[in-house]
């Protein structure tokens, strides 16, 4: 008969454990030195090795070789592997959970070991035990006969009375990192004659999430189609799950304002048979995790997640605004809400998705953001300006007018020294600007700015300086969803050219071959950098 691959590769001494380096390091010093304790308990996610650890420790106390313990060749390492060994008795919690189950094992503790040093009781998921069956065990727990040892496995130890938690010695399993999955799934297939890529073996070790049973599953389920080759296409077909890969994927679509990608990515995650329903809850839960993660440093264990999960997810949350994912977490649950009285709950979906990507936001419930094709108020006033035949030379035609007045007024006060004309000329010519490099200039804005806006990441790699005028500096966006963002932070990114240049100048946001917002903006612009150096009321009609 076929054994699926977490039982027929199960670790049988310490050293083929991964990824617990911090608990073998305990237990194997405990064996040699002689000094095991009576309790244990086993914390940890699912298919972490807490029973296989538990089954070797018990090998560890009952071997009979006279080297390193366990050895697992000997006849009671051989009997445990087996199953067989009188001395081991393995309880399921979940199953056998009442005080008459405990007053049993009670009973049963009173004999000495038949065959080996130690009789050891493993009692998985003892956090299913009711109140009564922990009560039952406390006293029996805390003192125990001299060869009798238990060790208790929970995935869920808060679940425990503290009387229980402080009877035992306390060991908490860690997710496995990737690497280490990869490297033990890659040897695994190595001795079953199977090629796997990287890329197929990496998409499973992340999937799995940190644990080897899940990982070794899905291989199993993966090499057992009978290709002498499998790719990562292969396991997404074999998968047809939505994992963070898909979340995070989708996430960039709509942050990116690209709806119709997000739309038939949802489509082809449908198709694969995941339930609408369940897929929001999830989606939910990853802007969720985007929350957390932004404000929490080390969120690993509060969400749940292995370390490069994490760090997925991180990256994504730095490259996002707080209000996006706000925006998101309240669309996302109204749909939900919505959906539950739904006939139709993928439609309610897509609805939510264009709304998201596009910001068809409803009126209050949400700021509108960049990117959504709204002009602002004094863009307007400016594009208003600029029909009226007003550009950018108004500011330089107030400018004129305002010398013209302190020149007057000077006159009245009786200043007797009249500047000449080319005295006067000199002063109105400006200073010679200082040269720049554009690139350098903009890394150096980028660096600083990265470090207070995460969105900032977005626009990186997708914007360029162009041009430097006395008033003005052009960027250049890559798309308009670049552009947009560009738009949205335009009060930072001209503060930062002022503190980098020594002078104010206002953005001009443009694309390949048209503007980002109106260019009559421009005189706006200039009018009020004229008033702030001048003291003077300027109008743009």
């Keep these: 008969m076929y054994t699926a691959l977490?039982?027929?590769?199960?670790?049988?001494?310490?050293?083929?454990?991964?990824?617990?380096?911090?608990?073998?390091?305990?237990?194997?010093n405990q064996l040699a030195s002689d000094s095991v304790s009576?309790?244990?308990?086993?914390?940890?996610?699912?298919?972490?090795?807490?029973?296989?650890?538990?089954?070797?420790?018990?090998?560890?106390?009952?071997c009979t070789a006279d080297g390193e313990r366990p050895c697992g060749v000997c006849a009671n390492c051989t009997a445990i592997k087996e199953g067989?060994?009188?001395?081991?008795?393995?309880?399921?919690?979940?199953?056998?959970?009442?005080?008459?189950?405990?007053?049993?094992?009670?009973?049963?503790?009173?004999?000495p070991p038949a065959v080996g040093r130690k009789k050891v009781y493993i009692v998985d998921e003892v956090h299913m035990l009711s109140t009564g069956a922990f009560n039952a065990l406390l006293k029996t727990l805390e003192e125990p006969p001299e060869n009798v040892m238990f060790i208790l496995a929970t995935t869920e130890p808060q679940k425990l009375p503290a009387t229980i938690l402080s009877r035992c010695m306390r060991l908490d399993f860690k997710r496995v990192p990737e690497e280490t999955l990869v490297r033990g799934m890659d040897d695994i297939c190595a001795q079953k004659g199977i090629e796997v890529s990287q890329g197929a073996l990496r998409l499973i070790a992340a999937n799995a999430d940190g644990s080897v049973r899940d990982g070794l599953s899905i291989l199993d389920q993966c090499i057992s189609g009978g290709q002498t080759r499998v790719e990562r296409e292969d396991i997404?077909?074999?998968?047809?799950?939505?994992?963070?890969?898909?979340?995070?994927e989708l996430t960039d679509k709509i942050t990116l304002r690209q709806p119709q990608e997000a739309l038939l990515l949802l489509e082809q995650i449908l198709a694969d048979g995941k339930d609408v329903r369940q897929f929001m809850k999830d989606w939910l839960s990853?802007?969720?995790?985007?929350?957390?993660?932004?404000?929490?440093?080390?969120?690993?264990?509060?969400?749940?997640?292995?370390?490069?999960?994490?760090?997925?997810?991180?990256?994504?949350?730095?490259?996002?605004?707080?209000?996006?994912?706000?925006?998101?977490?309240?669309?996302?649950?109204?749909?939900?809400?919505?959906?539950?009285?739904?006939?139709?709950?993928?439609?309610?979906l897509e609805l939510c998705m264009v709304k998201m990507a596009t910001d068809l936001i409803d009126p209050g419930s949400a700021a509108p953001r960049a990117g959504s094709g709204t002009v602002p108020?004094?863009?307007?006033?400016?594009?208003?300006?600029?029909?009226?035949?007003?550009?950018?030379?108004?500011?330089?035609?107030?400018?004129?007018?305002?010398?013209?007045?302190?020149?007057?007024?000077?006159?009245?006060?009786?200043?007797?020294?009249?500047?000449?004309q080319n005295q006067s000329e000199a002063e109105e010519e400006p200073a010679p600007e200082k040269s720049y490099d554009y690139d350098s200039l903009w890394h150096a804005i980028f660096e600083e700015a990265e470090a207070s806006r995460g969105s900032f990441n977005l626009i990186r790699s997708g914007t360029r300086?162009?041009?430097?005028?006395?008033?003005?500096?052009?960027?250049?966006?890559?798309?308009?969803?670049?552009?947009?963002?560009?738009?949205?932070?335009?009060?930072?990114?001209?503060?930062?050219?002022?503190?980098?240049?020594?002078?104010?100048?206002?953005?001009?946001?443009?694309?390949?071959?048209?503007?980002?917002?109106?260019?009559?903006?421009?005189?706006?612009?200039?009018?009020?950098?004229?008033?702030?150096?001048?003291?003077?009321?300027?109008?743009?009609?």
Excluded at 7 to 14: G, H, L, N
Excluded at 329 to 338: A, G, N, P
Excluded at 397 to 411: D, H, W, Y
Aim: proline fraction near 3%; hydrophobic fraction near 35%.
């Design 377 to 420: 108020r004094a863009a307007s006033r400016a594009a208003s300006g600029a029909a009226t035949g007003v550009g950018s030379g108004a500011a330089s035609v107030s400018k004129r007018n305002s010398a013209q007045a302190q020149k007057e007024t000077s006159a009245e006060a009786g200043n007797p020294a009249e500047p000449s």
């Design 286 to 348: 990853h802007y969720r995790n985007l929350l957390i993660t932004k404000f929490i440093k080390n969120p690993e264990d509060m969400l749940n997640l292995s370390p490069e999960n994490v760090d997925r997810i991180r990256r994504q949350s730095d490259s996002l605004d707080l209000a996006d994912i706000n925006n998101a977490i309240i669309e996302l649950s109204r749909t939900m809400s919505e959906a539950k009285w739904s006939t139709q709950p993928r439609i309610l």
């Design 465 to 541: 300086l162009t041009e430097m005028t006395d008033e003005i500096f052009t960027v250049v966006a890559s798309n308009a969803a670049v552009g947009g963002y560009v738009e949205n932070n335009r009060q930072v990114l001209e503060d930062l050219m002022e503190k980098h240049t020594g002078r104010r100048r206002g953005l001009r946001c443009e694309l390949e071959g048209e503007d980002c917002a109106p260019k009559a903006s421009d005189a706006e612009r200039l009018a009020k950098i004229a008033e702030s150096k001048l003291g003077l009321n300027i109008e743009i009609e």
């Design 38 to 62: 009576h309790a244990y308990l086993f914390c940890g996610t699912r298919g972490t090795g807490k029973t296989t650890t538990a089954r070797i420790l018990a090998k560890g106390v009952n």
């Design 236 to 248: 997404l077909d074999f998968l047809g799950t939505a994992g963070e890969e898909i979340f995070l």
């Design 84 to 111: 067989t060994f009188m001395d081991v008795i393995e309880i399921d919690a979940a199953s056998n959970n009442g005080v008459e189950n405990i007053r049993e094992l009670r009973e049963s503790v009173k004999y």
């Design 6 to 28: 977490y039982r027929a590769y199960r670790p049988e001494v310490f050293e083929e454990i991964l990824g617990q380096g911090h608990i073998i390091k305990i237990l194997k």
